[in-house]
């Protein structure tokens, strides 16, 4: 079974808007985390927010904040006030506590910024 | 700039070519992995090492041999390699204690004819 499901493929947004990019994930362990990650046309990976299970309050950088929803297994990304720089792949991820390092990624979503 | 750097950017090989991807991190960090992103699947690990001890290994083929010689530098050897690991490799890095912020190279463009 997919641990982290990410359902669009690709979405569109115009340019200063807020965009919600989905995430869904599947864990039986009590302590987890959850990030998400920018992958821009030149292939790198930059690390964007993180969201431990503990965590009391939704997760926040500036523009990005991760809004979680613990008993629906969710932690969508939102993006405000969007820039022409971010139109890019985003995946999202998780982080098992039994499981040491590794990480579980998502799909990915693509997002374009029109201007 | 990022703080993890990887060559080659491009590679293309023979099935029955040996050669060596690198990776080397500036930050200071004392984890390293290895990951794989194929065009069709999500991102997959291969391998971890902390402090230079290898602590994962992702079910991957023999035919991929990681080597950390220090915690700056990273080496994924290849030999034999098959049409379906043409991919884009990944190399990250991290704080061992904060292995959930971390850092990736740009990647290695991997086809293989």
């Not at chain 1, 030149?42 to 613990?70: C, P, V």
């Not at chain 2, 083929?61 to 080496?75: D, G, M, Q, T």
Request: hydrophobic residues 30%.
């Amino acid at each position: 079974a997919q641990k982290i499901t990410q359902t669009q493929p690709g979405m569109f947004v115009q340019e200063k808007e807020a965009v919600t990019l989905d995430c869904t994930y599947d864990t039986s362990d009590p302590s987890y985390g959850l990030f998400w990650y920018k992958q821009p046309s030149s292939g790198e990976m930059i690390f964007l927010i993180y969201q431990g299970s503990y965590d009391q309050q939704n997760a926040t950088e500036g523009r990005y904040s991760l809004n979680f929803q613990k008993a629906r297994k969710s932690a969508n990304l939102v993006i405000s006030a969007s820039q022409l720089g971010d139109s890019a792949m985003y995946f999202c991820a998780m982080r098992e506590n039994n499981a040491g390092n590794m990480l579980t990624f998502g799909g990915g979503t693509r997002l374009m910024v029109k201007p | 700039e990022t703080g993890v750097t990887q060559t080659p950017r491009h590679l293309v090989m023979g099935m029955t070519n040996k050669k060596s991807l690198k990776c080397e991190q500036h930050l200071g960090h004392n984890a390293m992995y290895w990951y794989k992103q194929s065009a069709k699947k999500p991102l997959e690990l291969m391998f971890v090492y902390n402090f230079k001890e290898q602590t994962e290994n992702n079910s991957v083929p023999s035919r991929f041999s990681p080597e950390c010689p220090n915690s700056s530098h990273l080496f994924l050897h290849l030999h034999t390699l098959q049409p379906e690991d043409s991919a884009l490799y990944l190399c990250a890095s991290s704080l061992r204690d904060r292995d959930y912020e971390q850092y990736f190279g740009p990647g290695t463009r991997l086809t293989v004819t």
